[in-house]
């Protein structure tokens, strides 16, 4: 089965730094493309971050290029996004997904964790 | 950037209504690229249909898109209890990737 468990969201203050992490299990994590999606409370979706799988290409949304970095360790299957400057318009729920297949044709996302709430806030 | 505008806001229905929800891009979109979710309070949401028209593992057949260009449609033929939430577009033709809106579908 597959399960993506994300952690690290908390409150933290504007200009501030949070690592998110997201664990990977129950399918061959370094053969897919792994995404950061957020969602504002009440708002909705927002894609901010792809990597490739293995890792050595990555994009970013305009709202987020320049302080986030998306990571990845195949070895101990596990993504990341190292957010910094963080900003109240950050406030949001983030998701890690999984791309549906290995190629252009599966950039949608078939698999979400449950989220991590991350609150920016003085 | 592409933006997806997605019609109505708000869908009011009755169980075994058929609803009709709409998504149309600012730019055209190849159909390959267009996907839809549902999402229920509380809960991430859950791939429904890829590429269009493909309906993802597990979905039932009540669940249809259908559209090319910049004029997509996802159908569902007779509304069940659990049916009821939200519905968003997705296009992963051009980065950004981007969402539509949302659709909330009601219960009259």
């Known amino acids: 089965e597959v399960q993506l468990l994300e952690s690290g969201g908390g409150l933290v203050q504007p200009g501030g730094s949070l690592r998110l992490s997201c664990a990977a299990s129950?399918?061959?994590?370094?053969?897919?493309?792994m995404n950061w999606v957020r969602q504002a409370p009440g708002k909705g979706l927002e894609w901010i971050s792809v990597?490739?799988?293995?890792?050595?290409?990555?994009n970013y949304g305009d709202s987020v290029k320049g302080r986030f970095t998306i990571s990845r360790d195949n070895s101990k299957n596990t993504l990341y996004l190292q957010m910094n400057g963080l900003r109240a318009e950050d406030t949001a729920v983030y998701y890690c997904?999984?791309?549906?297949?290995?190629?252009?044709?599966?950039?949608?996302?078939?698999?979400w964790g449950q989220g991590t709430l991350v609150t920016v806030s003085s | 950037e592409i933006v997806l505008t997605q019609s109505p806001g708000t869908l009011s229905l009755s169980p075994g209504e058929r609803a009709t929800l709409s998504c149309r891009a600012s730019?055209?979109?190849?159909?390959?690229?267009l996907a839809w979710y549902q999402q229920k309070p509380g809960q991430a949401p859950r791939l429904l249909i890829y590429?269009?028209?493909n309906r993802a593992t597990g979905i039932p057949d009540r669940f249809s898109g259908s559209g090319s260009g910049t004029d997509f449609t996802l159908t569902i033929s007779r509304l069940e209890p659990e049916d009821f939430a939200v519905y968003y577009c997705?296009?992963?033709?051009?980065?950004?990737?981007?969402f539509g809106q949302g659709t909330k579908v009601e219960i009259k």
């Open positions: 997904a999984k791309h549906l297949f290995d190629n252009s044709r599966g950039r949608c996302f078939d698999y």
């Open positions: 730019q055209s979109v190849s159909s390959t690229y």
């Open positions: 990597i490739s799988s293995s890792g050595d290409s990555t």
């Open positions: 129950g399918f061959t994590f370094s053969t897919y493309a």
């Open positions: 590429g269009s028209f």
């Open positions: 997705h296009q992963y033709d051009s980065s950004p990737w981007t």
